[in-house]
């Protein structure tokens, strides 16, 4: 008899535990959402955010110039010596890099191609060459290249993908 009451109440800890585990299961389900999904774009809000990112940058204003950036650890930075991987750490990276407005001077882009990948998806590239000329006492001008992947966003094309050499 105690063999027989061991196994009813182990099995009925069993049924108690399977139920509370498929009840935490369905907890985790997806939740339906009624947010909206993000903006579609049209190609000249892309140049619109380089204008915008131009325009911060020439005031020394380089949490402004991130704005044009996706805003989690979603975005990539890829240069020749390393991968950043979110945007945090690309304006610690811009804030170190340039620490002052002399340092940053002024920005321009020359873009040689903006186009779709997807417009159905909200993807699209720019392809061009930037240039900083520095207004420090040696008035430096750095210089390079860019391709940047934008993407669809609740406030309009962000970058997600920027390689910059």
């Given amino acids: 008899m105690n063999i027989k009451k061991h196994i009813f109440v182990s099995g009925a800890t069993l049924i108690l535990l399977l139920g509370g585990c498929q009840s935490n299961q369905s907890s985790n389900a997806p939740i339906q959402s009624d947010a909206k999904p993000p903006k579609h774009y049209t190609l000249n809000e892309v140049n619109d955010v380089l204008k915008s990112q131009i325009l911060a940058w020439s005031r020394g204003d380089i949490d402004g110039f991130m704005e044009g950036y996706i805003k989690d650890s979603t975005v990539r930075f890829i240069t020749g010596k390393k991968v950043k991987s979110s945007w945090l750490q690309i304006l610690n990276d811009y804030k170190k ?14 873009l040689d191609e903006v186009r779709w990948l997807d417009s159905s998806a909200g993807l699209s590239q720019v392809i061009g060459r ?36």
Avoid: E
């Fill in 130 to 165: 930037w240039q900083v000329v520095q207004l420090t006492k040696s008035a430096d001008t750095l210089s390079g290249r860019f391709s940047l992947i934008f993407k669809s966003t609740h406030q309009g094309p962000r970058i997600a993908v920027d390689c910059t050499w």
């Fill in 97 to 110: 890099g340039y620490p002052t407005k002399d340092a940053m001077g002024s920005l321009n882009f020359l």
